[in-house]
């Protein structure tokens, strides 16, 4: 487990980090989202312990990060602008990454790049701005560390590439417990990824809640009812959206889902069914609520 407490970083007059405290679980996906200067970087290189915190603490597994190679060993930072040794092959930085981590899986990684066509012997500095940051979520899967530290990992990836990496992911934290945390500015990336979503804004956290939580008070329904149906009759539902495209109507509501079914078959609808959110739904729901209008914080 990754906790923060307390934790505040400053560059001058900037307050990057501002008293932040959040609990990363094992085996989780954990997104953090948040406009460009929210203070996502600076959280991942705090917690990477490349910066050093001005006041609070990180914990990883019950362990201080700075200066302490224990606790580095437990995961791998895949930073925003990657770096590479000049002139160097991808098979140079596996030979590197496998000489700092113990844990390194060179032929994983072998066969992880050869599946990603990247050739192993091709200068680094020869590949797209993609195929570099395929090259570093390959090192960092075939360190087998136990976090993975991704920041913007998912800009600049295709989308199929994209899935293929939300899909390795998902196989790796199956296997072998392997717990992702992954800054991004848009919350369309983390969508069929995140169990929990922490929303920086300001260097503070203004939100962390379990997705699962969030999805279980919001609700969309696609209906159709009778022509001469009172629409009045919807008012005993906390509406939150709805729309329609000629008789068929899409509803947002909030409350308990037996309870919204139960008010669904009251009404009678000639069909009625409930669809799932996006995170970006259910984001706007519960931003809302703290008075926040979030496609100004994201978007
Ligand atoms: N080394 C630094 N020196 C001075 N200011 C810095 C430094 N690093 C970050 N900052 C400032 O701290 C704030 C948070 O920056 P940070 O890079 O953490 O944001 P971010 O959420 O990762 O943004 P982005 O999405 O653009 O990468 C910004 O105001 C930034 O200008």
Do not use: W
């Not at 976090?147 to 199929?160: I, K, N, Q």
């Not at 998902?170 to 979503?197: F, Q």
């Not at 920086?200 to 969030?214: E, P, Y």
């Not at 000629?246 to 669809?275: C, H, S, W």
Request: aromatic share 10%; net charge negative.
């Amino acid at each position: 487990m990754i906790e923060a407490k307390n934790l505040s970083k400053s560059f001058e007059d900037i307050k990057a980090l501002d008293n932040i405290n959040a609990s990363i679980r094992d085996g989780d996906v954990f997104g953090l989202i948040g406009t460009n200067g929210a203070g996502k970087s600076t959280f991942l290189k705090t917690l990477a312990g490349v910066l050093k915190p001005d006041s609070g603490e990180i914990l990883i597994d019950n362990e201080h990060v700075f200066e302490n190679i224990k606790a580095k060993d437990k995961f791998f930072y895949i930073c925003d602008e990657q770096y590479f040794f000049a002139n160097t092959t991808a098979k140079e930085m596996i030979k590197f990454y496998s000489s700092v981590y113990k844990s390194f899986d060179v032929k994983k990684c072998e066969s992880l790049l050869n599946a990603l066509d990247l050739g192993l012997n091709r200068k680094v500095n020869t590949f797209s701005k993609g195929m570099k940051k395929q090259l570093c979520i390959a090192m960092g899967v075939a360190s087998n560390t136990k976090y993975l530290l991704c920041d913007e990992t998912f800009d600049g990836l295709d989308p199929v590439m994209r899935q293929a990496v939300k899909s390795l992911f998902a196989k790796e934290m199956d296997e072998r417990g392997l717990t992702p945390i992954i800054a991004s500015h848009n919350l369309r990336e983390l969508e069929d990824i995140c169990d929990h979503v922490g929303l920086l804004h300001k260097g503070g956290i203004l939100l962390s809640k379990d997705v699962s939580d969030m999805k279980l008070n919001i609700h969309k329904i696609q209906c159709v009812f009778e022509n001469d149906f009172d629409m009045d009759r919807l008012k005993s539902f906390d509406i939150m959206q709805i729309k329609n495209s000629g008789r068929v109507y899409t509803i947002t509501v909030k409350g308990d889902e037996d309870e919204v079914k139960a008010k669904m078959e009251q009404l009678n609808p000639v069909f009625y069914e409930l669809m799932d959110l996006s995170l970006e739904e259910i984001f706007i729901s519960e931003t809302e609520v703290h008075g926040y209008d979030i496609k100004k914080l994201i978007f």
